[in-house]
């Protein structure tokens, strides 16, 4: 869910994430939702935010659902950002997760507030923080959930799977202002916000809403103008392509909204990162490689416009059951990409970015890959994804003579949104006719390979993919 960084210099592309995975492609935890929600006030006082929480209970620790790593340095991200102005509260990290307890021991007080201090940093696999140039702020709805903890020990023990437990916890009813105006949310300025369990953002600041054919844009005023261009221009006919092949997307409602931030013209850096929600898709570009259109960058975020609206079907319509199933949507979601990318630019070099999948494949599955984000090696939901949808693909087209599309297009109808391991593994036997290839999947999910290369090799062999060895190296053709 999570788009390509392009790192300074080399320009190469590091997939941090993740859901949607951040993206609307993650699913919410099982919370137990009571009266007793939190009241949450978060208001944009100039350079910085006062977040007041309003607990309607006690309980000894509250524990932050989005307890994100920062990508670079894999540290949480809210201890950096938040500073406790509550007499006898800490915030700090236990296990997966930052909580707050008191010092004394006791219950945490009713009322604590936090003075923010925003920072745009990248995440592993969670929404982060947009800034814009001019001051503005754009922060995910579901930032401030909390679940209640008997104890700060008690910590230790939550996975960092939450999908997999049932939380005493659930959304916080969360009330945003900004002293200088009204909101932004979906499309429209409000005096007066609240939201509950809605997955998106709001923006606090001065911004304006650009509507478009198919496609609203709201993007930074200092934005280098070329990148605006090519997101009004691109964005709507990746859209449609993906609707000739696989129909309106499930979720619905108004119409999409790209959000693009710009956080300057840093030297020695060309970065862009983003992720989906709901009708929504983020951007953030940096660096100063970012002022003058380069073809690198044109490919690079064609490619995160590609995969990211690839999520309003695979991520939205129907979504993945547990964390570690995160290949379903992000490497489909590559896969798809790449199919668009190539329908509409002839030119786009389609092997190369396979290959790379591939590739990067081979190096991660040395590892269980259903286990890779808890090593914080996200790629491998990408790369791995994508390699079991060619394999897919490859059969269907064995089958049938469709794509990948042929073979996605029944799997979005799921009546209760959720697209899970079984049914895929499922579909891939049904349509190839062949078990074994869910063996091979299986083996690189859940053990790893020591030479992962002979395991792809067979299901490329197995579903007609081309290609051919070179050195133990599996290389398309």
């Known amino acids: 869910m999570r788009a390509p960084v392009l790192a300074s210099s080399a320009v190469t592309a590091a997939v941090l994430m993740g859901a949607g995975c951040a993206s609307g492609s993650m699913p919410s935890p099982q919370a137990a939702l009571t009266d007793a929600a939190p009241q949450v006030s978060v208001t944009r006082q100039g350079d910085h935010l006062s977040v007041d929480y309003r607990f309607g209970r006690d309980a000894v620790v509250w524990a932050f659902m989005d307890s994100a790593l920062e990508a670079d340095t894999r540290q949480p991200w809210r201890p950096r950002q938040w500073t406790v102005q509550t007499p006898g509260v800490v915030m700090e990290r236990r296990g997966h997760y930052d909580i707050i307890r008191s010092t004394d021991g006791g219950p945490v007080p009713r009322e604590v507030r936090f003075r923010v201090k925003p920072q745009a940093v990248d995440l592993e696999a969670e929404y982060p923080t947009l800034l814009f140039s001019n001051g503005a702020v754009a922060l995910p709805t579901r930032q401030l959930d909390v679940f209640a903890l008997p104890s700060a020990e008690a910590a230790q023990d939550v996975p960092d799977d ?4 049932r939380l005493d916890g659930g959304p916080s009813r969360v009330t945003w202002r900004d002293d200088s105006g009204p909101v932004l949310f979906n499309g429209h300025r409000r005096d007066d916000l609240t939201t509950t369990d809605e997955r ?38 990746v859209g449609q392509f993906y609707r000739d092949r696989l129909g309106a997307p499930g979720s619905g409602g108004d119409t999409p909204i790209v959000m693009v931030a710009w956080n300057g013209p840093t030297e020695q850096m060309t970065s862009m990162g983003g992720s989906v929600l709901p009708g929504l898709i ?14 690198e960058i044109l490919e690079r975020s064609r490619w995160f416009i590609g995969h990211e609206g690839a999520h309003f079907w695979l991520g939205q319509t129907v979504r993945y059951q547990f964390a570690d199933e995160a290949w379903i949507t992000e490497g489909g979601a590559d896969l798809m990409a790449v199919r668009a990318l190539k329908s509409l630019d002839a ?4 092997r190369a970015e396979l290959q790379s999948e591939v590739d990067d494949c081979t190096d991660l599955a040395k590892r269980p890959v259903a286990q890779a984000g808890a090593r914080g090696e996200h790629r491998a939901y990408y790369a791995c994804g994508a390699v079991f949808a060619l394999a897919a693909e490859g059969a ?13 297009k029944p799997l979005l109808r799921q009546p209760d949104g959720v697209l899970s391991r079984e ?8 349509v190839s006719r062949d078990p074994s290839l869910r063996g091979d ?23 007609g993919v081309a290609f051919r060895m070179v050195g133990g190296r599996v290389v398309l053709s």
């Open 347 to 350: 030119n786009y070099d389609a």
């Open 441 to 463: 999947v299986e083996r690189l999910l859940d053990q790893g390979a020591a030479d992962p290369s002979a395991v792809i090799a067979r299901l490329f062999q197995r579903t």
């Open 423 to 430: 049914e895929w593994l499922s579909a891939l036997t049904r």
């Open 200 to 237: 998106s953002y709001v923006l606090l600041g001065d911004a304006t809403v650009t509507p478009g054919q198919g496609l609203s844009t709201v993007i930074d005023p200092n934005l280098p103008p070329w990148i605006g261009q090519e997101i009004r221009d691109f964005a709507p006919h």
């Open 396 to 408: 269907q087209r064995q089958r049938t003579g469709g794509d990948w599309f042929d073979f996605l």
């Open 162 to 165: 939450l999908n997999r437990v």
């Open 282 to 295: 983020v951007m953030a570009f940096e660096g100063r490689g970012v002022m003058t259109p380069q073809p």
